[in-house]
């Protein structure tokens, strides 16, 4: 004889009512953590100190995990495999992940004018674009100092070949520029504030003088699809802590300071010249971005073409 397991008339009752539901509440009912992948800066690291997300979500049951990242390429991997939900970087991140077939959209995001750029020692023979040639520069793999050095060459008449790319985290490439291991790193804040606050660095070109430069929220396109009031929530309270860092510069830097560990110092220089860009993804963002992925793409450092504007987020319209 086989047994069947018993089903109570509570459970059949129950799973009969999650069937006539509407499916995005049905779907948003599975949700019990959020997940945002944050870097040292910016506007996530505010919305985490103030527990802006925490505030909003907790009005659905959800509770919100924090996880750090170095850089924007790890940061889209661990989104690729649905660790996180949504997460903060720059302009080629989402690049090269959606040239790997990455299941990601993009969600928000705006320009950027400072708090990036190419540093040098304060005592380097390197004093114009053209001395790059020939010169070490460390700096991230398919992170945005990576489209920087690209626009920097591009600017002084230079190849990709006329340099040795030196890829490297962060950190590793704060250390090798310590040691003299590297001519030249290229990087974002609060990394590139540490490097002219410890290292007394120079900085050779700014990102904004070479390049028109974006940052962006990013989400698991599973996530965005499935649950997007859930994700709009989570846009709102990042809209919000935007425009409060935008008002509130010193208290930033203190902010940063206390999430992150590193010092006031470089923080403070960080926030004031930071900017804090949140808003939709414009067809001219979307054009510049293209751009920069067919650059990637002719110079060999993605596989294939890919057409940014397909991982866009259309917001389902209630």
């Known amino acids: 004889m086989i047994h069947r397991p018993m089903i109570d008339r509570r ?44 505030r909003r979500l907790a009005k659905r049951d959800i509770s919100v995990k ?116 590297i001519d030249a790193w290229a990087v974002w804040d609060p990394f590139l504030a540490i490097a002219e606050q410890a290292h007394k660095a120079r900085i050779l070109v700014n990102a904004s003088e070479v390049a028109k430069t974006y940052s962006f929220y990013i989400a698991n396109r599973n996530f965005a699809t499935r649950h997007p009031a859930i994700l709009r929530d989570a846009l709102d309270g990042l809209a919000e802590a935007a425009n409060w860092a935008d008002a509130n510069r010193d208290a930033v830097a203190k902010a940063l300071a206390q999430v992150t560990g590193v010092n006031i110092e470089a923080q403070t220089l960080a926030a004031n010249r930071a900017t804090f860009p949140f808003g939709k993804v414009t067809p001219e963002i979307v054009e510049a971005q293209q751009q920069i992925a067919d650059r990637y793409q002719k110079l060999g450092l993605i596989p294939k073409p890919i057409v940014v504007r397909q991982a866009v987020w259309i917001e389902p319209q209630s």
């Open 11 to 54: 459970s059949l009752l129950g799973a009969a009512a999650a069937l006539l539901l509407p499916p995005g509440i049905a779907a948003a009912q599975e949700v019990k953590e959020f997940r945002v992948g944050f870097q040292k800066t910016g506007v996530l690291v505010i919305a985490r100190q103030q527990g802006i997300l925490e």
């Open 66 to 181: 924090w996880v750090e990242f170095t850089a924007g390429p790890p940061l889209m991997e661990a989104m690729n495999v649905g660790s996180i939900d949504i997460g903060a970087v720059g302009d080629s991140p989402p690049i090269f992940a959606q040239a790997a077939g990455a299941a990601i959209v993009y969600v928000a995001g705006g320009p950027i004018n400072n708090g990036q750029g190419i540093a040098v020692k304060a005592d380097s023979p390197i004093k114009t674009l053209a001395d790059l040639k020939g010169k070490r520069i460390g700096f991230t793999r398919g992170s945005s100092a990576h489209n920087v050095v690209i626009a920097t060459l591009e600017k002084a008449g230079l190849t990709y070949s006329d340099i040795t790319p030196t890829y490297l985290s962060p950190a590793d490439a704060g250390a090798a520029f310590a040691r003299n291991s």
